[in-house]
């Protein structure tokens, strides 16, 4: 089974096209959500977490509150590149844990996708047989980045600064994923690649 590394910069539309691609049969690997999951209190990326940033990242139940959490590393790439050196490995346990289990099932899947922004820094391109880089101008991924997360512009011209340039990115890729404009130029692509 064909295993595909999807990733762009934040607010490029990796959750479109990975949508787009689970109604053509392929299993979608969120890295997002398997980092959401590996945070919470009792897992093993929590207590590495809260042991460097201290208590102030925490809700009155004790769960770490991700969008402090980015304010913090999103300012500051020292703690980011802290963060992301901690949650990596535990990302990749869980990913690679969940493509033996989907190989098992091969006969319903027409690839294996793993949506992940950092898929280079994590390693995890290492595994993949194909890599696809999603595309989004800068205003673009500004606008989206504010009206999903509720946050402001600087914010958003934050996150983007805090991840690779666009070049870094084509480096990666040998498939290029044009999601600036509307849905049906990425459905053609996506026809195209399928």
Known sequence: MKIIGLTGGTGSGKGFVSERLRQRKAYI?????????????????YCEIVEYFGNGILDENGEIVRRKLGNIVFSDKEKLAFLNLCTHKYINLEVFRIIDEVKTQSDQYSAVVIDAPLLAESGLSEVCDDIWVVYADAAV?????????????????????????????????????DNSSDDENVERQLDALI
């Open 141 to 177: 991924r500004e606008k989206r980045i504010m009206e999903r997360d509720g946050i402001d512009v600087k914010q958003a011209r934050n996150r983007i600064g805090s991840q690779k340039t666009w070049e870094e990115y084509k480096k990666l890729g040998a498939v290029i994923i």
């Open 29 to 45: 690997i969120d890295a997002d959500i398997v980092a959401h999951e590996i945070i919470k209190k009792g897992k093993p990326a």
